[in-house]
């Protein structure tokens, strides 16, 4: 075999590891979209079986963030040390065993506990999916990112729906079996489809440095990745806002628990547009997309709380879907530029920042229903959405 031949051979055994990896991560990624939207959906059923009262009834989003967000403080010191493709197939197994023990639970504490290791099996499909997608395709992950997120709204767009027609035959703890039967079956298919590609090559588009304290301290005194923090944190509000409490504000607002599943299909049915239709023209400019998007959501929900009509919110949503489905893709590849052969670290740090927000914002909506109402909650995010385009644009001004 002459030069030519060997460099050809190799660049064919990457491209074809790189798509191996991506199908491993939409397979698993779109798996835990059902179990992201589970709780959300049927909050109040669950409210209900434990006779939950005020900010009780966001606790269970927040245990979830919990352990999302302490998976995140681990993963970096597995950078360099484990393999991502095993991790994602072991956590996978992990998802389903909680699933099927917090269907099982007989106390909310104990409800509780399980949904925070579900949280951390999480947080470890959801880093390892999104870094290796950006270690397999490097400048074009953007592209790809946003076919990752893209199916994550899929599945999240199907899982109010599929929930709701499960109800008809079973109750929440039923559902909770299924999609612990559905996350264990993931597992093999990912085992499978990776063990028939080199794994040297697998391994060599994936492989990492290990992180050090100089490059933490590095990191965190970049102003850029602070601005990005900073703009990260305040959209998630946003979104958060809509994806954890939206049913809840449906409920006490207008006694509407239909509209509010429709609210969350409308945003994932607009996020998913925005993420697969729209991604090349975003990818040009990633940043001020960003920031236009951050301005449209808060404007969209404005309009929605100020209007009155659960009919103008349930629309607002798809509006919130169009204008920030790419924020979490945006925000991922921005952070991970510069940062090669540390994309599991930038991921995870990203990542945590989201999870921080998605801790605060079920408790903090809850406690303003409680002191104010359902609309004075849901103007949180409409305060949050301009601070978020605010700090987009100075990570813009912050430019590598």
Same mark, same amino acid.
């Given at each position: 075999?002459?030069?030519?031949?060997?460099?050809?051979?190799?660049?064919?055994?990457?491209?074809?590891?790189?798509?191996?990896?991506?199908?491993?991560?939409?397979?698993?990624?779109?798996?835990?979209?059902?179990?992201?939207?589970?709780?959300?959906?049927?909050?109040?059923?669950?409210?209900?079986?434990?006779?939950?009262?005020?900010?009780?009834?966001?606790?269970?989003?927040?245990?979830?963030?919990?352990?999302?967000?302490?998976?995140?403080?681990?993963?970096?010191?597995?950078?360099?040390?484990?393999?991502?493709?095993?991790?994602?197939?072991?956590?996978?197994?992990?998802?389903?065993?909680?699933?099927?023990?917090?269907?099982?639970?007989?106390?909310?504490?104990?409800?509780?506990?399980?949904?925070?290791?579900?949280?951390?099996?999480?947080?470890?499909?959801?880093?390892?999916?999104?870094?290796?997608?950006?270690?397999?395709?490097?400048?074009?992950?953007?592209?790809?990112?946003?076919?990752?997120?893209?199916?994550?709204?899929?599945?999240?767009?199907?899982?109010?729906?599929?929930?709701?027609?499960?109800?008809?035959?079973?109750?929440?703890?039923?559902?909770?079996?299924?999609?612990?039967?559905?996350?264990?079956?993931?597992?093999?298919?990912?085992?499978?489809?990776?063990?028939?590609?080199?794994?040297?090559?697998?391994?060599?588009?994936?492989?990492?440095?290990?992180?050090?304290?100089?490059?933490?301290?590095?990191?965190?005194?970049?102003?850029?990745?602070?601005? $990005? /923090?900073? *703009? #990260? &944190?305040?959209?998630? +509000?946003?979104?958060? @806002?809509?994806? =954890?409490?939206?049913?809840?504000?449906? %409920?006490?607002?207008?006694?509407?628990?239909?509209?509010?599943?429709?609210?969350?299909?409308?945003?994932?049915?607009?996020?998913?547009?925005?993420?697969?239709?729209?991604?090349?023209?975003?990818?040009?400019?990633?940043?001020?997309?960003?920031?236009?998007?951050?301005? $449209? /959501?808060? *404007? #969209? &929900?404005?309009?929605? +709380?100020?209007?009155? @009509?659960?009919? =103008?919110?349930?629309?607002?949503?798809? %509006?919130?879907?169009?204008?920030?489905?790419?924020?979490?893709?945006?925000?991922?590849?921005?952070?991970?530029?510069?940062?090669?052969?540390?994309?599991?670290?930038?991921?995870?740090?990203?990542?945590?920042?989201?999870?921080?927000?998605?801790?605060?914002?079920?408790? $903090?909506?809850?406690? #303003?229903?409680?002191?104010?109402?359902?609309?004075? @909650?849901?103007?949180?995010?409409?305060?949050?959405?301009?601070?978020?385009?605010?700090?987009?644009?100075?990570?813009?001004?912050?430019?590598?």
């Amino acid at each position: 075999m002459n030069c030519r031949e060997a460099i050809t051979g190799a660049k064919t055994n990457r491209s074809s590891a790189a798509r191996v990896i991506t199908a491993a991560a939409l397979i698993s990624i779109f798996t835990y979209s059902f179990f992201v939207s589970l709780s959300n959906t049927i909050i109040n059923e669950i409210v209900g079986e434990f006779s939950l009262a005020g900010t009780s009834e966001g606790l269970m989003s927040s245990m979830v963030s919990l352990g999302f967000m302490l998976s995140l403080f681990l993963i970096p010191l597995a950078q360099g040390r484990v393999q991502k493709i095993p991790a994602l197939i072991g956590a996978c197994i992990i998802q389903a065993a909680m699933l099927f023990a917090s269907g099982a639970s007989s106390a909310f504490a104990l409800f509780c506990v399980m949904n925070v290791i579900l949280g951390f099996s999480g947080g470890f499909i959801d880093t390892y999916a999104n870094s290796a997608v950006v270690d397999a395709w490097g400048a074009q992950s953007p592209k790809y990112l946003g076919y990752l997120h893209g199916l994550f709204g899929l599945g999240s767009l199907l899982t109010p729906i599929v929930i709701f027609r499960l109800l008809l035959y079973t109750d929440w703890r039923g559902i909770y079996y299924i999609m612990a039967v559905i996350s264990l079956l993931t597992a093999p298919v990912v085992f499978l489809l990776t063990r028939g590609c080199d794994k040297g090559a697998i391994n060599a588009a994936t492989n990492e440095q290990r992180l050090n304290k100089a490059d933490l301290l590095s990191f965190m005194r970049q102003r850029r990745n602070i601005m $990005l /923090s900073l *703009a #990260a &944190f305040f959209s998630t +509000v946003v979104q958060a @806002s809509l994806m =954890v409490w939206i049913v809840r504000y449906m %409920v006490l607002r207008f006694d509407a628990a239909h509209l509010g599943a429709l609210s969350l299909s409308a945003y994932w049915v607009c996020a998913t547009l925005n993420r697969f239709f729209l991604a090349q023209l975003i990818n040009k400019a990633p940043l001020k997309f960003f920031i236009l998007g951050a301005v $449209l /959501s808060g *404007a #969209a &929900f404005a309009i929605g +709380v100020s209007s009155g @009509s659960p009919i =103008v919110m349930c629309a607002m949503a798809g %509006v919130l879907g169009l204008s920030g489905g790419h924020f979490i893709p945006v925000l991922i590849s921005e952070c991970a530029r510069g940062y090669a052969g540390k994309t599991t670290f930038t991921t995870s740090y990203m990542m945590l920042v989201m999870g921080f927000a998605r801790i605060i914002v079920p408790l $903090l909506l809850a406690y #303003a229903t409680t002191r104010g109402s359902p609309a004075f @909650s849901m103007m949180i995010p409409v305060w949050a959405a301009p601070a978020a385009a605010v700090f987009g644009w100075m990570a813009l001004r912050a430019q590598l």
